[in-house]
Each structure stands twice: as structure tokens, then as C-alpha cells.
Nanobody, 122 residues
Framework: EVQLVESGGGLVQAGGSLRLSCEASGLTFDDYTIGWFRQAPGKEREGVSKIGNSDSSTYYISSVKGRFTISSDSAKNTVYLQMNSLKPEDTAVYSC???????????????WGQGTQVTVSS
């Protein structure tokens, strides 16, 4: 059974930092792209960042470039999202998901975690 478990969310003041973790089990980690998505109340889910575990290629949406860093530890089957200089507009439920291949579209992602709440106060 494939499981993705997120952790690391919480409440932080604007300008602060959080590190999210996504631990995967039940899959061959290096065969998957792991993506981080977020969904704020009343808004659509959006892809924030992704990392290809086979080649370590990364992608970020423009609004988080320079503030967020995605990384992967294959020994721990875990992907991290380091979030710095957080803004109130970063407030959302953050979920990780796994896709075979490039994971270019949200429908490519087969497996999803339950999500972790990130709240940034102003």
C-alpha cells in the first residue's frame, strides 16, 4: 500500500520559516516525481513545487521562487519543502503527491497525502 505522510505544518508569523516533510512508503521512490500542492479556502488547488527523484530536477511556481526550496533524501524516502520568508498568502493546506514520469499535470499524480495546514499570520 502506497502512503504519503506530510508533517511540519503549523502557525508562523509573516517572515518566518517552516519545513514540510513528505515521507513515502510502498513505492519505488526514485521512479516518482514528488510534488507539493496547496489549497487555500475558496481557491483551487495549485502546484507549488516538484522534484524528479530520478534526476533531481526541480520546479517552482513564480510566487515562491527564491523563498521555497524542495529537496529529496532517497535514503529516507522523504521530500522536504523548506519555506522561508512566508507571507499570509501562503496560508493553505499543503499536500504532497507522487507521479510517475515528469508530473507535469495534476492528473499525473496517482497518490496523495492527507495534507498539513500552514497558517501565516500578518
Amino acid at each position: 500500500e502506497v502512503q504519503l505522510v506530510e508533517s511540519g505544518g503549523g502557525l508562523v508569523q509573516a517572515g518566518g520559516s517552516l519545513r514540510l516533510s513528505c515521507e513515502a512508503s510502498g513505492l519505488t521512490f526514485d521512479d516518482y516525481t514528488i510534488g507539493w500542492f496547496r489549497q487555500a479556502p475558496g481557491k483551487e488547488r495549485e502546484g507549488v513545487s516538484k522534484i524528479g527523484n530520478s534526476d533531481s530536477s526541480t520546479y517552482y511556481i513564480s510566487s515562491v521562487k527564491g523563498r521555497f526550496t524542495i529537496s529529496s533524501d532517497s535514503a529516507k524516502n522523504t521530500v522536504y519543502l523548506q519555506m522561508n520568508s512566508l507571507k499570509p498568502e501562503d496560508t493553505a493546506v499543503y499536500s504532497c503527491a507522487a507521479a510517475r514520469g515528469q508530473g507535469s499535470y495534476i492528473h499525473d499524480y496517482e497518490y496523495w497525502g492527507q495534507g498539513t495546514q500552514v497558517t501565516v499570520s500578518s
